[in-house]
């Protein structure tokens, strides 16, 4: 049967359509989508709930913020409600709403001036904090507040939630470093704030005018805010409108902290000035290693003595956890000798100090202290940024890492946010820990001991009826608990949905008061509803956090269907994929498109709900062939074009971009395979639309390609003249394709020792195998880039190797990114069959690129099991283990450029490459860049030219330049050799090539 057409796409309120089809002529300027896709995208964030909008606005400037309000208030559209969003890392679904998403992120993310004589700057709310910091470090000042998120959360979503993280204690809240800001309010008024003097304040408040209302309104309802229970002993602050810190007893009243922390149900914030701190000048920090959890937590009022800017806490969970991640190898050597982390947890305790001889005054005790107690297993103290580096980032991660616990019960958020006095820390944990293993939960526990906030995410599977009561249960049980310890539900990460408990909390004195500020800036009720309270004289409600989970919607996911995707099912809206560094390897396409659609956790959204429609049609999603009958019928498609309701092709649009560098299958804390979800989906997909031309011809190449490599100059000839050039384009839509190389495999094939013969080599007697080495050849260095296989066979040779030159083997990675997965399987069988074969020789396979070693782990990882297979080693790792004479010259500085594959699935390449270098007399530096914009043959398609090229003047050109002005160049990857010379006819050498001529260079000395 061939595979249907998915039309379950939720149609456009007429009054919202009517809206958006104004609003251009109110003087918008932005982005207006309505597209599924888009839709569902801002439908999750960082939480357990899943709210589908009407539409999404992305406005280009302050502007065309006021020009959404002014049209929104005019009657026909009172009814119409907007919610900003930021960076949607939100944990309780802050920036959710069935209304209308105003995207402040995509677009207004520019820093716009910076005064360092008066020690502030001045920025849109789209900027991040890792880009506002990087930005203000050279100057010796940073933005003070430090979020886990910090390289994609934005300033103006910390605003919102008035955040705080790390170092909370010395540093305190978001809203303790805003100056001022310039606001929209909900009929488009743009309001300046900033603090007003009493005389100020009287001038504003005696005029007939929106300003005036507001500020009359709030200094009458803060004159005589009642205190809070509680409020004085935590450090955390309530956020209830923070009603105590507008006016000050001068007199003097500011609006800023009340937009700090209302979540966009008061204003949308266009613009922030900040306050600026001088960077600390010596940092030292501690992983101290105790025995159990509940010693780290005893100890942190010991460690307080020491008075330390911050004091973070890690569990056992988390920490077996991270032993499977990329980060691991950076932080063991800080963790203690052994790898056994079960029933243990990590204080990390940071000091900071003017000078060195402070830091160690403060931190000489503590050592003394930590050496004599009898709970802690080890310590370590550095005062490199290094370690510290690592160290934080494993703390960073813990939230990721938690998402990646197997089973379908999965640590979540919604009592993660909570605080208590420091002092009550140790015992409110003891009784949260009793609640939760009383219904048989796990879970896992990290956060700020030192400002008694400890993060706390139970594991529950919310696609069960069982799993949604307990999440009730929990939730009051903790709810209970806090109240008894004087504690706040919502300590930094915002309240969202969880501001329902806010009336009981609050108690009716502040929460009417609450009420009477909502009805002052929003009287309709049209920002963010739902959120923190509700105005006056209204009937509506606020939003339960007991309903709209996601998991109501992924319950319909089969269960064959959740097996064969399961990345795409436990996404949790995380967000690490969203870094906006572009020397981070995360995510490229996200990079160059700044469309979150085109990011792990936008594809990953996307293939939720595709497995959810194909499951509701009860379609089967096996991998199988086509028989004759539906190939046919989906060929006449050529010719009948395509349903264009169907969401699949929204799908596939997004897929399209993926590069399939698979650096979210190891950065993403979850592991997110996105190619393997393309590479499943598109196998449907093209089970009823027709296949790009391209799709069989890049399949089959390596079949034609050994063939043609046999007369090189006469295929070039034929396939790089105009008519055949204008041909690839139009044809196949592939431009700038590698040429054959003159001189290639079967050139290096015609030295006798270095043919394969099975029947000699067996005859070999085991040290005369153990000093050979198979070299499996690929297409692109066997025919294309043959230099480089030269060169490596010459150095193998050159370090007293026998090189034994594989037959050439297709192994269809080509077939596995276009969801060829039929040949694909066929094909990788005839390759593991043929290699089986070579077992019992004990000889090591060593492979050029990086990605086919990595096929053998990856791609392949399902059909191995079947075969006994040889060891299979990139050259990097083969080189690794080889003794290298050290030639008796000088060397030089070589700076290298890692695939980005190679980088993120083999993390220790880098390090092993700086150790071949170093033992041949060289010094080698790895630059840090993203990826660059070719991988496979992504590059060399037409409708990616623009990304491709994007993506290689954001992260490489520039340090291509500085690296080539330094010294030698070399890149590991055919991909990024192949991209140099498309972009900017540089021929970089491969390391291979750059170790012969070193090594060669002293021989003749």
């Known amino acids: 049967m061939m595979f249907p057409a998915l039309t379950e796409v939720p149609q456009l309120d007429a009054l919202v359509a009517q809206f958006l089809q104004q609003l251009p002529q109110n003087g918008f300027t932005g982005l207006i989508q309505t597209d599924y896709a888009t839709r569902l995208i801002n439908a999750t964030d960082n939480s357990v709930y899943q709210v589908l909008p009407q539409a999404v606005l992305t406005p280009k400037n302050e502007q065309d913020v006021a020009s959404i309000f002014r049209l929104a208030a005019e009657p026909v559209f009172h009814s119409l409600n907007f919610s900003p969003r930021g960076g949607g890392t939100g944990t ?96 488009g008024t743009v309001l300046v704030t ?70 966009g149900t008061l204003a949308v914030v266009t613009e922030l000035t900040l306050k600026l701190t001088p960077l600390p000048k010596h940092k030292g920090l501690f992983a101290v290693r105790y025995r159990s959890f509940d010693q780290a937590l005893a100890a942190a009022q010991q460690l307080l003595a020491h008075e330390p800017s911050a004091i973070e806490t ?59 107690d009898q709970a802690v297993i080890s310590f370590y103290y550095s005062t490199e940024s290094a370690p510290q580096g690592a160290l934080w980032e494993l703390r960073k991660k813990g939230v990721g890492l938690l998402g990646n616990t197997k089973g379908k019960r999965r640590p979540i958020p919604f009592v993660e946010d909570t605080a208590v006095p420091p002092e009550h820390l140790a015992d409110y944990i003891r009784e949260f820990r009793a609640l939760l293993d009383s219904h048989g939960l796990s879970y896992g526990m990290f956060g700020h001991v030192d400002v008694g906030c400890l993060h706390v995410r139970p594991a529950l599977n919310l696609r069960t009826d069982e799993d949604e009561q307990l999440f009730r249960k ?75 989970w996601r998991g109501q919607r992924d ?54 709900e595709w497995l959810t429609q194909v499951s509701a049609q009860n379609i089967d999603i096996a991998v199988k062939p086509l028989t004759g009958k539906e190939v046919l019928r989906r060929e006449l498609r050529r010719f009948g074009g395509r349903d264009s309701n169907d969401f699949s092709h929204q799908v596939a649009d997004a897929m399209s971009g993926c590069l399939g560098c698979k650096a979210c299958a190891t950065q993403c804390p979850i592991k997110v395979d996105v190619p393997a979800q393309k590479s499943l989906f598109l196998h449907h997909y093209h089970r009823r639309y027709p296949r790009p031309v391209r799709d069989y011809l890049l399949s089959s190449m390596e079949s034609w390609a050994p063939i043609m490599a046999r007369v090189p100059r006469l295929a070039n000839a034929l396939m790089f003249n105009p008519l055949s050039s204008w041909f690839a384009e139009k044809v196949f839509g592939l431009r700038q394709l590698p040429r054959f190389a003159t001189r290639n495999l079967y050139h290096l094939k015609n030295k006798a020792e270095r043919r394969f013969d099975l029947t000699e080599l067996q005859k070999l007697s085991s040290e005369q195998r153990h000093n050979t080495v198979f070299l499996l050849p690929d297409a692109f260095t066997g025919f294309f880039d043959a230099h480089t296989l030269e060169s490596a066979v010459q150095l193998l040779e050159t370090l007293g190797k026998r090189v034994v030159l594989l037959p050439f083997l297709p192994l269809a990675k080509a077939d596995h990114v276009k969801g060829l997965l039929p040949g694909f ?124 090229a994007r993506l290689w003047q954001q992260g490489w050109a520039d340090n291509i330049a500085e690296a080539q002005r330094l010294g030698s160049v070399c890149a590991s990857g055919f991909s990024c050799r192949e991209q140099a010379r498309i972009q900017q006819q540089l021929e970089l050498s491969s390391p291979a090539e750059l170790l012969l001529k070193h090594l060669r260079t002293g021989q003749s000395r």
């Open 474 to 548: 929990i939730s009051d049980g903790v709810y209970t608990l806090l109240k008894k310890y004087g504690g706040v539900m919502w300590s930094e990460h915002g309240k969202g949905f969880r501001a329902w408990y806010g009336p009981d909390f609050h108690g009716d004195a502040i929460y009417q008061r609450m009420r009477r500020i909502k009805t002052a800036f929003d009287p309709r009720n049209q920002l963010n509803p739902g959120k923190i309270c509700t105005p006056l004289n209204s009937d509506a409600e606020l939003i339960s956090p007991f309903a709209q």
């Open 194 to 263: 900033g603090r007003k003097t009493a005389e100020q304040l009287n001038a504003v408040v005696n005029q007939k005018t929106r300003e005036a209302e507001l500020y009359q309104t709030v200094r009458d309802v803060c004159a005589d805010a009642p205190s809070h229970p509680g409020s004085e002993k935590l450090g955390r602050f309530i956020t209830a409108y923070n009603l105590w810190r507008p006016l000050r007893d001068d007199g003097s009243l500011a609006l800023d902290p009340l937009i700090c922390g209302s979540e």
């Open 92 to 187: 309780n679904g802050q920036s959710l709403t069935r209304g209308i998403v105003i995207d402040v992120a995509r677009l207004q993310n520019h820093i716009l001036e910076l005064n360092l004589e008066q020690g502030w700057v001045r920025i849109q709310p789209g900027v991040i904090l890792d880009q506002l910091n990087d930005h203000l470090k050279p100057h010796g000042v940073f933005f003070a507040p430090n979020l886990s998120p910090s390289n994609r959360a934005t300033i103006g979503g910390m605003a919102n939630t008035d955040a705080c993280g790390k170092g909370s204690r010395l540093y305190g809240r978001t809203s303790d470093h805003v100056l001022g800001m310039r606001i929209v309010l909900n009929d």
């Open 555 to 608: 319950r319909q996911i089969d269960t064959r269907a959740e097996e064969m995707a399961q990345g795409a099912l436990y996404c949790n809206g995380n967000g690490q994929c969203f870094d906006y560094r572009m020397d981070s390897i995360m995510c490229p396409s996200y990079k160059a498109t700044n469309d979150r659609i085109h990011s792990p956790k936008g594809r990953s959204g996307l293939m939720r």
């Open 314 to 372: 890690i569990d056992d969970k988390i920490l077996n956890l991270a032993k499977n991640d990329v980060l691991f190898p950076k932080v063991r050597p800080y963790l203690g000798v052994d790898e056994e982390f079960t029933g243990n947890a990590v204080n990390l305790v940071e000091f900071i100090a003017t000078d060195d001889s402070a830091l160690s005054a403060k931190t000489a005790e503590l050592k003394k202290q930590l050496a004599d």
């Open 825 to 948: 399987e066929r094909k990788a069988n005839r390759a593991l069959s043929f290699l089986s074969l070579l077992t019992s020789l004990e000889v090591p396979v060593v492979c050029l690129e990086t990605t086919q070693t990595l096929m053998f782990s990856q791609e392949y990882r399902e059909l191995t099991s079947r075969y006994e297979l040889p060891s299979i080693l990139s050259l990097h790792e083969y080189l690794h283990g080889t003794e290298i004479t050290v030639p008796q010259h000088a060397g030089g500085t070589v700076f290298l450029f890692s695939h980005c594959t190679e980088k993120s699935q083999q993390p220790a390449s880098t390090v092993q490459w700086q150790s071949i270098f170093q033992r041949a007399g060289l010094e080698l530096q790895a630059v840090a860049t993203g990826c660059c914009g070719m991988a496979g043959s992504y590059g060399h398609e037409r409708e990616h030219r623009e990304q491709a």
